[in-house]
């Protein structure tokens, strides 16, 4: 009778464990979808599409596409990376997590957008020259930087370009396009020059919203006989006073337009205000 007892205790323990109901697996989390990486010329900007019980999402970088280190565990979508360097491509991946579990990885790449504009000092001959703007070579007067400069011939084209212009000419002109890495009041230095005092002025278009009317006739004051040398100046709206651009950092473009044929620019350069 005893065995019996034990035995029956012994299957209704089997029993009970057996009845038992497992653990639930945890919760499956989705990848982050429509994960992206915009570059900029500064930062690469990322982001991607929260996902359902997720508690945060881990971001991670590589330059080679193998071996990645993490670069920010986040409870946000999305993440500004400015430690890039142009000319690296850049593979980031993501995923989400919680406490239980975590997704499976989602990559893409980016790279910085390279700048296509120059330095804040340029040579003329280095300028987009639309229309009847020539690059000259001063073999004569010997003074303009790097043997070159820009200019509408006198006379050139008869019957096309006016030897003066009342307003900025669409058709002739020089566009130089400079990258600004420090946002702050700017002066346009130049080196210019011409035969008389009545080849002495552009017309001058700063990002498409600010046109001035450039003379540099009081060279003539300033400086004896300057003419033809090429001679420093500051652009100045109707010859008085130097004008100040604040400019964002970023990109810019300035245009000197044809205004009096045969005014000459050797080069350019803009110029940071000292702060008062």
């Known amino acids: 009778m005893k065995r019996i007892s034990l035995l029956l205790s012994f299957t209704v323990l089997v029993l009970a464990a057996c009845s038992q109901t497992p653990a639930p697996e945890p919760a499956v989390l989705d990848a982050p979808a429509n994960f992206e990486a915009v570059p900029g010329e500064a930062s690469i900007s990322l982001s991607w599409d929260a996902v359902t019980d997720a508690d945060s999402y881990v971001l991670e970088k590589s330059t080679d596409g193998a071996t990645f280190s993490e670069l920010q565990n986040t409870p ?132 498409d919203n600010k046109i001035i009317t450039y003379t540099f006739s009081d060279i003539i004051r300033r400086t004896p006989n300057p003419f033809p040398a090429f001679t420093e100046d500051y652009v100045k709206d109707q010859g008085v006073g130097d004008v100040t651009l604040t400019l964002a950092a970023g990109e810019h473009v300035i245009r000197f337009h044809h205004r009096e044929s045969d005014s000459r620019l050797d080069k350019l350069e803009l110029e940071l205000k000292a702060a008062n």
């Open 76 to 207: 946000g979508t999305s993440y500004a990376d400015a430690e890039v360097v142009a000319g690296i491509e850049y593979t980031y991946r993501v995923f989400a997590k919680n406490a239980q579990t975590e997704s499976d990885k989602v990559t893409t790449t980016a790279s910085l957008i390279a700048s296509t504009c120059g330095p804040l000092a340029q040579e003329a001959e280095d300028g987009e020259l639309n229309g009847a703007f020539v690059i000259e070579t001063d073999v004569a007067d010997g003074n303009a930087s790097g043997g070159k400069y820009v200019h509408i011939p006198d006379n050139d084209k008869p019957g096309t370009v006016k030897d003066s212009m009342t307003a900025p000419d669409p058709d002739n002109y020089v566009s130089f396009c400079f990258k600004v890495d420090t946002a702050g009041d700017y002066m346009i230095k130049t080196f210019v020059a011409g035969n008389d005092d009545s080849d002495d002025s552009f017309w001058v278009i700063v990002d």
